[in-house]
């Protein structure tokens, strides 16, 4: 059952990316030959008006076949065939498909988050003698900063910033009841910004050990499943992020309590990630809101934006080489295997991974690789800006054998991840 869902998402962005194309194109007045979900030998068709509507045996993608572009115009005059057409209009076609995935995947975001809610910001621990010491205790939910709403660690900072030097209010909600405080950040030459000197999180830690894996480095020094660390170097710790911040500054003993006695345990030099791998802390309960429309459109925008601006440090070190090529690529059964995941994990992560795949179907299409949206943008830019067009013969065939090596690529990396399903 889990795999007809797993498929019928996966057709239902492609149909939405090729609507894109399809209605773009019928906007702007170029004929539509075919509308196709998947490849291979048609199962059902219809066709209405100038357009055949069809269904394919292998649904691993889609495409619109627009007159004209692979040399047949089907008695469709010249002036509506995709040749027939400005290049401004061939580019707005091009770019209509990874658009459609771009757009819904906001909208499946912004309703996500408002049917679902998302765990506001919490104090997940303060830096001992700074200013947040008095103002803040653990576990605080976080409303607002310097009078704006924040929901992720990343928009305090700025926050607080914007607000600096004096004092900073903070909208909080502690034991259930709504307060407000303000703190005066200080100066921190190091980091050149001002600080309060607290941590921020949408899950809270605390420092007592859950789980811990054997031969772990916690387990190694002698901690075991239950035990709470109380302090470290002296400085008490009242949550995880707290320790982690004592291990940062270079802190390698700590005073554990374990059935009412008390342990001081030396710890190794590795570095904090390393010291804590292996282990799982308590936590406590998340707090869960949804967001006002506006909120959860800045919310979905702000993810948008950070994945392409990831996307494009991605690239960029899979050009220098410090990523390599075979860990970057997944195809339709590796993208199958990551949404079965999500469809099981329910609620908000699946929906926020559908919106995901939709990105990541229009940064794909985006690539200028013969056959891609990407590709046909590029040649129509290159008409624009030099006023000369490529043959639409040589065109054509640049984007056939482009093909062929997206098919053959997709055999291979299906391949590839058949055998690590397996494996």
């Not at 795999?3 to 990316?17: I, R």
Request: glycine residues 14%; proline residues 7%.
């Amino acid at each position: 059952m889990i795999w007809l869902l797993v498929l019928a998402t996966l057709l239902f962005l492609v149909t939405v990316h090729e609507a894109g194309h399809f209605l773009a194109a019928k906007l702007l007045g170029m004929a539509v030959e075919e509308f196709a979900i998947g490849f291979g030998p048609v199962v059902f068709s219809r066709r209405r008006g100038e357009t055949r509507y069809s269904l394919r045996a292998f649904p691993i993608g889609g495409f619109v076949r627009l007159a004209g572009e692979e040399g047949t115009t089907q008695g469709v005059p010249f002036e509506r065939t995709y040749y027939g057409r400005p290049a401004w209009v061939r580019l707005f076609v091009s770019l209509a498909g990874p658009v459609a995935n771009i757009l819904l995947a906001a909208l499946i975001a912004v309703g996500a988050l408002m049917g679902f809610g998302l765990p506001r910001l919490q104090v997940a621990g303060v830096v001992p003698e700074k200013p947040a010491e008095k103002a803040l205790k653990l576990g605080d939910v976080v409303l607002k900063v310097g009078g704006r709403e924040v929901w992720l660690w990343d928009e305090v900072g700025p926050a607080i910033q914007a607000s600096s030097p004096g004092p900073v209010p903070f909208d909080i909600i502690r034991d259930g009841e709504r307060l407000r405080v303000e703190i005066t950040p200080e100066w921190d030459p190091t980091e050149g910004r001002y600080l309060v000197g607290a941590y921020f999180s949408t899950q809270v830690f605390l420092p007592k050990l859950e789980g811990l894996e054997p031969g772990s480095p916690l387990h190694q020094v002698g901690l075991r499943p239950g035990d709470v660390i109380k302090g470290a170097c002296g400085h008490g710790v009242g949550s995880l992020a707290e320790l982690y911040g004592e291990l940062e500054d270079g802190c390698r003993s700590l005073s554990v309590s374990r059935g009412g006695e008390r342990l001081e345990v030396a710890l190794p030099s590795l570095d904090p990630d390393a010291l804590l791998s292996g282990a799982s802390f308590a936590g406590l309960p998340q707090v869960v809101e949804r967001p006002g429309p506006g909120a959860a459109i800045w919310l979905a925008a702000r993810q948008v934006a950070q994945f392409f601006l990831a996307l494009g440090q991605f690239l960029g070190g899979l050009v220098r080489g410090s990523i390599p090529a075979g860990q970057a690529v997944s195809g339709p059964v590796g993208l199958a295997g990551l949404l079965s995941q999500g469809l099981q994990a329910g609620g908000l992560a699946t929906f926020l991974l559908i919106a995901f795949i939709s990105l990541n179907l229009a940064a794909f299409n985006l690539l200028p690789i013969p056959a891609l949206d990407g590709a046909r943008m590029c040649f129509a830019l290159f008409e624009l800006m030099t006023r000369r067009r490529v043959s639409p013969a040589v065109e054509a065939a640049i984007h056939a054998l482009g093909f062929l090596l997206l098919l053959g690529l997709m055999l291979l990396v299906t391949w590839r991840d058949i055998m690590r399903l397996v494996g």
